[in-house]
């Protein structure tokens, strides 16, 4: 027997990370793509920001709570005081898209219509219908002022649309 024996490795995903076969991964794509065509349909663009945000502008309104959910990121070998930095991948697209709009505000065109699609992580127990890493769709009017009760009911309209489309069934 050696002196020293190998340690074992596990092997496979860590809970809460979900991986797809192909035959999943082209269901998920479909949709996303079912998704996509609806929110186009109803005048919304698609952005997509950074999934790596400063911690203080992740944890600017929210709290414990809030910290509890992120993944903060951590340079092994920091070669500047940039690599040292506090980042964080975000756990919504709430506060990034607040960001988005604040650094864009003069050159963005309002009432704003966005919809994104991204992977999203939260430092959370995974359990039946929850995970750390998720695919998260969202739509947003946002105004330089006060919006129109159209702008609000315009959401549930296309949420409705996105449903049927994608046969959800009865989700009323």
């Not at 999943?24 to 998704?35: A, F, G, S």
């Amino acid at each position: 027997m050696c002196a020293k024996q190998k340690e074992s490795v596990a092997v496979g995903p860590i809970s809460g990370f979900p991986e797809w076969t192909p035959a999943e991964r082209i269901l998920e794509q479909r949709m996303l793509d079912t998704i996509r065509a609806s929110f186009e349909r109803y005048g919304f663009s698609p952005i997509e920001t950074s999934s790596v945000e400063r911690n203080d502008v992740l944890t600017a309104k929210g709290g414990s709570e809030t910290e509890r959910q992120i993944y903060r990121l951590t340079s092994l070998h920091p070669q500047s005081a940039a690599d040292a930095r506090d980042y964080s991948l975000h756990f919504d697209l709430t506060v990034p898209l607040a960001r988005y709009v604040a650094q864009r505000y003069g050159d963005l065109v309002f009432p704003f219509r966005r919809y994104q699609i991204q992977k999203v992580w939260r430092g959370e127990r995974p359990q039946q219908g929850r995970f750390r890493e998720f695919t998260q769709c969202d739509i947003d009017i946002v105004g330089d002022g006060q919006l129109s009760l159209m702008a609000d009911a315009e959401i549930p309209a296309v949420i409705s649309e996105v449903f049927t489309r994608l046969d959800i069934g009865n989700f009323c």
